[in-house]
Every structure is written in structure tokens, then in C-alpha cells.
């Protein structure tokens, strides 16, 4: 099955991941360029190291952030070669279409994730 663009489901999904990847990867390069540009002229200053201050834990926050969703969105790619992309990692049933253009790295449908979130508490897993 292709698309207008003649680009087969496969095709059009790897590059649309593809280009989330880029443009998490262009974020956290621009992250990190503002924040070695805040520690550089923190150094003046007799500041080392990270910027201390609010604005740089929210730096350091945004990094972890885009890290996790480079993580997640190879993730997706890695299922998508393994023909898993778009199941639920727990129900094994289809994620809906709708769900994965808001969040194409999700691995559970959305009674799955809504039964991962009313649950108490613990360290954050799949999306």
C-alpha cells in the first residue's frame, strides 16, 4: 500500500520518525550550545561548571527530556523494523492511527496507557 507521495506505509512511517529524530537532535544541540554558552560566560565570572541557577536546571531538565525521546523514537524505529510498530506492548492489539501522529513512539493503545496511569506511582516506562 502506498501513499500520494508513492512512499509505501513503511517508507512514510520511517520518515516521518526519522525527521521527529532530527528535530530531536537539532533541540538538544541547541540545549547544549546555550548552556556551554551560559558556562562559558559563567567562567568569567568565577562560575564553573553547569549554569547555577534555575534557568540552567530547566537546561539540564529539557536535555533529559530530549534525551528520553531520542531513546524512544529509536525505540519506535527498531519496532518498525521488527514489524511491532503501532502494537500495544501489552495488549499486542492496534495502537490507533490518531494516537501515533500525536505520539509516534507510543507502545500501548490507549485503554493500556490509561490503566499504566491510574496506577500508583513508580518510575516511568513506555509511553
Known amino acids: 500500500m502506498t501513499d500520494p507521495d508513492g512512499k509505501t506505509r513503511f517508507e512514510a512511517l520511517l520518515a516521518a ?3 521527529k529524530r532530527r528535530d530531536a537532535e537539532a533541540r538538544r544541540h541547541e540545549s547544549l550550545a546555550r548552556q556551554l554558552s551560559g558556562d562559558a560566560a559563567g567562567d568569567n565570572e568565577g562560575v564553573h561548571g553547569w549554569k547555577a541557577s534555575r534557568e540552567g536546571g530547566a537546561d539540564v531538565a529539557l536535555l ?4 528520553q525521546s ?3 523514537i529509536d525505540e519506535a524505529i527498531a519496532r518498525l523494523h521488527t514489524g511491532r510498530y503501532g502494537l500495544c506492548s501489552v495488549c499486542s492489539g492496534p495502537i490507533p492511527t490518531a494516537r501515533l501522529k500525536a505520539v509516534p513512539f507510543a507502545t500501548r ?3 493500556c496507557q490509561e490503566g499504566h496511569e491510574s496506577r500508583p506511582a513508580g518510575p516511568a516506562r513506555g509511553r
Do not use: G, M, W, Y
Open 109 to 111: 493503545c490507549v485503554p
Open 70 to 72: 531520542l531513546r524512544d
Open 17 to 19: 520518525l526519522t525527521e
Open 64 to 67: 533529559e527530556a530530549l534525551d
